[in-house]
């Protein structure tokens, strides 16, 4: 998808939404049922992913991300409502500070015995930091990613359907 499609998407409230029918029959049913629905603004369905900003936004049928039972349950009740969006596109959290893919290295010599000392010390770092994380994880310090389920409606608007922790 290209720019300037990204760049229409556009912050909108219910109240901005008098005419679009569908899309306040999907509010109607989020209010309904209790789910935290809200207008997240107005572009065309993606047809690939895209990255804008921090948040990576894929295509539902292009994501590989488990969907928790109670999303797809959500989905089954917009659609046994009758209710029929273009699509769905899933909105995950992409902070730039996550770590890029390690670079593929060129071969190199055999090892000797201190490049093999060496390499013990990296994997004791490693697995430091590993034990760290799994510190930190239960205090909440590390990056939480949160994935959104986004209903896009006929006409164009975005709509939150469900959120996860990942």
């Known amino acids: ?13 219910s109240s901005d939404c008098t005419t679009c029918i569908q899309t ?3 509010l109607s049913l989020g209010e309904r049922l209790g789910w935290d629905t809200q207008i997240l603004g107005e572009a065309p369905m993606l047809t690939q ?14 994501d ?3 969907i928790p039972s109670r ?15 273009q699509g769905f596109v899933v909105v995950h959290e992409a902070p730039m ?3 890029a893919p390690i670079p593929v290295l060129p071969e190199r010599k ?5 490049q093999v000392g060496n390499v013990a010390a990296i994997i004791a770092k490693g697995l430091g ?6 510190l930190l994880l239960p205090l909440g310090l590390l990056v939480v990613l949160d994935p959104i389920l986004v209903a896009v409606t006929q006409d164009n608007y975005w709509i939150e359907i469900d959120r996860w922790q990942a």
């Open 110 to 114: 055999p090892l000797e015995w201190q």
């Open 71 to 85: 999303t797809l349950r959500r989905i089954q009740t917009i659609f046994s409502e009758g209710l029929r969006p």
């Open 64 to 66: 590989s991300s488990r």
């Open 97 to 99: 500070q996550l770590t």
């Open 1 to 13: 998808m290209d720019n300037r499609h990204i760049n229409q998407l556009s912050e909108k409230s």
């Open 49 to 62: 992913s895209v990255r804008v900003n921090n948040w990576l936004l894929v295509p539902a049928h292009m």
């Open 129 to 134: 930091l590993l034990v760290l994380g799994s």
């Open 24 to 26: 306040q029959r999907f």
